[in-house]
């Protein structure tokens, strides 16, 4: 492999990339570097290689500027050694980084080359993905800017509203503290505390018991690559314990790791998601989608985490395959001796029934259609049995109970037969007192009672093995719970079509182009979405309510508190009370304004913004 081909592949954790991207051919230190290779080694100069070899893989010379001690460049002519030596690697980019070799230079050309980097969590180490995603931006930055454009590659970290609430949440159980113990200032001082403290980390910050205590305490490593081969006495993998053990070591991480991996980001326009002006930039984006008509708050089904206590979003939870059962249990006709038998997974939910429904072409149960049934153990609630087209014949019995509460596709059958959402579920996991005298139990605890107890009463049938498809909190690992709340939701149809014009009319190109597909259909079948959380670390959503009134339709957005008082007065008159909504934004709230809050935005005559927005290149996951 040549010395270029190393230097696009290896992002800069080689020293190829490190010495040759920064430099201009106008720049008066080229001088000093040279990747020619040298002429055809004879066999006398390399007895390890066959004089026959093919000319790449034998020996060569690199010139390169190499650091002393004291920061100065020699010129240097040293032969490629068989390990690589890292000692000088943070030292020439930490010189590069000062003599602003990173930052975009307009002498050559106007047409700038933007990438803005998709913002890692504050609490993020570094791990394949992220080591992906630097290598692929920087080949792209490092060949535009050898190429002389004007190259911008703005890096920056979100502030992870879930992940980091957890990570603080844990520091302070480690102390005896509870959040609950603490007002929303104390608590969010602590996050804040947390976050800046990750630059210097001393030895009585960390776990001395953890297998790379001294290589962080005593090397200062935090490349994940370096640490891995500084601690040669340990597993590599109780690094995650580490972790887990020594939470303020990773307020910061990912950016340090992101430097070691010699990411050429112009770090004087580093910003975080919760930046003054960034937060000003989430204000006027809310107030202006709101104003259109685009933002509106409401009760529809949501993914709720009950450990967490907050909503989720979709892509927040992941789906995995789990050894369950099938419950099948009797219900019975009113008026009749008939049974009719129900296959469920969640048998709890029953007290949140609504209705039973067949398919209308099913034979068997076509003389049930329209007449009611009771609901097992709720003292005789009676249910109506109707038929709908999309009930599987084949799944279970074919009679499928509706708890519209508790299931996303009960919930939208629900909505359109007319029927009522009942909810049996506190935010907790516990069942509420609709479930009688079940409530107050854990929804698997109430599961195993409920199940012994229709074994009793005669209504279980049988209960059978079955894989189930089980949703699962990305952040907390817990089963994620289907629940109707009140949120805030974003209105997606009229902004999905937009972005799906751009791609039909060329204005955004996606690489590969069978990504395509993708990108349609997610924007063609995309749902509202929940913008709300109920946490306190994040961008507190800018709407106020009226003391004494409906929050769903008094209520006040404004810009800051002093306005929102303004606005109530005129309205309501000088005695007015007002107070703000408890929740935050979702984080990717703040993310998805990213490319041009960074520049400026919403100030048009921002410099940043007139001359670097649009950007150029987006290269991300498939989720984002």
């Known amino acids: 492999m040549s010395t270029l081909q190393l230097a696009l592949s290896s992002s800069a954790s080689s020293s190829y990339s490190l010495f040759f991207s920064p430099f201009s051919k106008r720049n008066p230190l080229n001088s000093f570097l040279f990747y020619k290779p040298r002429r055809r080694l004879s066999h006398s100069h390399s007895h390890s290689h066959s004089h026959f070899a093919p000319h790449f893989l034998r020996p060569r010379l690199l010139y390169v500027a190499a650091a002393s001690e004291n920061g100065a460049y020699n010129n240097t002519s040293p032969e490629i050694a068989k390990s690589f030596d890292f000692s000088s690697e943070e030292r020439i980019y930490n010189w590069w980084e000062s003599q602003g070799y990173f930052r975009p230079n307009f002498e050559r050309g106007s047409d700038p080359f933007v990438v803005s980097m998709p913002p890692p969590n504050v609490t993020g180490s570094l791990h394949m993905g992220h080591a992906m995603f630097v290598t692929l931006e920087d080949i792209m930055v490092r060949y535009h800017r050898m190429k002389g454009r004007p190259t911008l590659w703005l890096p920056g970290t979100d502030h992870a509203g879930i992940a980091t609430q957890l990570v603080v949440e844990r520091m302070l159980a480690s102390e005896g503290i509870s959040r609950a113990q603490m007002s929303r200032d104390e608590f969010t001082k602590r996050v804040w505390q947390w976050k800046e403290k990750f630059h210097r980390i001393s030895a009585e910050d960390l776990d001395p018991s953890a297998a790379v205590f001294t290589a962080v305490t005593t090397k200062g490593y935090h490349s994940a690559h370096s640490l891995k081969l500084y601690c040669h006495e340990s597993s590599w993998q109780n690094h995650k314990s580490f972790a887990k053990r020594n939470p303020l070591l990773y307020g910061g991480t990912i950016t340090n790791q992101i430097k070691r991996l010699g990411a050429s980001c112009d770090w004087t326009r580093e910003h975080f998601t919760l930046d003054e002006q960034l937060s000003q930039a989430v204000i006027e984006a809310f107030i202006r989608l709101h104003e259109k008509g685009l933002i509106y708050q409401g009760s529809y089904m949501v993914n709720w985490s009950p450990s967490l206590q907050t909503a989720v979003s979709d892509l927040e939870v992941e789906y995995s395959e789990e050894s369950g059962h099938l419950y099948y249990i009797k219900y019975r006709v009113a008026g009749r001796s008939d049974f009719l038998t129900v296959a469920t997974a969640r048998p709890e939910t029953l007290f949140g029934d609504v209705a039973l429904a067949v398919n209308p072409k099913d034979e068997r149960y076509a003389q049930f259609i329209g007449q009611m049934a009771i609901v097992p153990q709720t003292f005789g609630r009676h249910v109506p049995i109707l038929a709908d087209k999309h009930v599987d014949k084949e799944f279970g019995t074919g009679v499928l109970k509706i708890s519209p509460g508790h299931d996303h596709n009960d919930y939208f059958l629900a909505r359109k037969l007319g029927l009522p959402v009942l909810n049996v579920m506190n935010k907790d996991g516990t069942l509420n007192d609709v479930a009688g005298l079940y409530s107050g139990l854990d929804r698997f605890e109430a599961r195993k009672k409920l199940w012994a107890e229709l074994e009793e009463t005669g209504l279980a049938v049988k209960k059978e093995p079955h894989t189930l498809r089980v949703p699962r909190s990305q952040r907390g690992g817990e089963v994620i719970e289907p629940l109707v709340s009140k949120q805030w ?116 005559s921002a410099e940043d913004f007139k001359k670097f927005y649009p950007t150029t290149m987006l290269e991300t996951g498939l989720v984002l």
């Open 489 to 604: 939701f974003v209105t997606m149809e009229p902004l999905a079509e937009k972005a799906l014009k751009a791609v039909e009319k060329g204005e955004l190109k996606i690489i590969p182009e069978r990504f395509e597909k993708i990108y349609n259909h997610w924007l063609s079948n995309i749902k509202d979405w929940c913008i709300s959380r109920q946490l306190w670390w994040g961008h507190r959503i800018p709407v106020w309510y009226i003391v004494g009134k409906n929050n769903e339709e008094e209520y006040i957005v404004a810009r800051n508190a002093d306005e929102a008082l303004e606005k109530a007065q005129k309205k309501y008159g000088n005695d007015v009370e007002i107070y703000q909504d408890p929740d935050v934004l979702d984080t990717w709230f703040s993310s998805a304004l990213w490319p041009f809050s960074t520049l400026g935005w919403p100030d048009l």
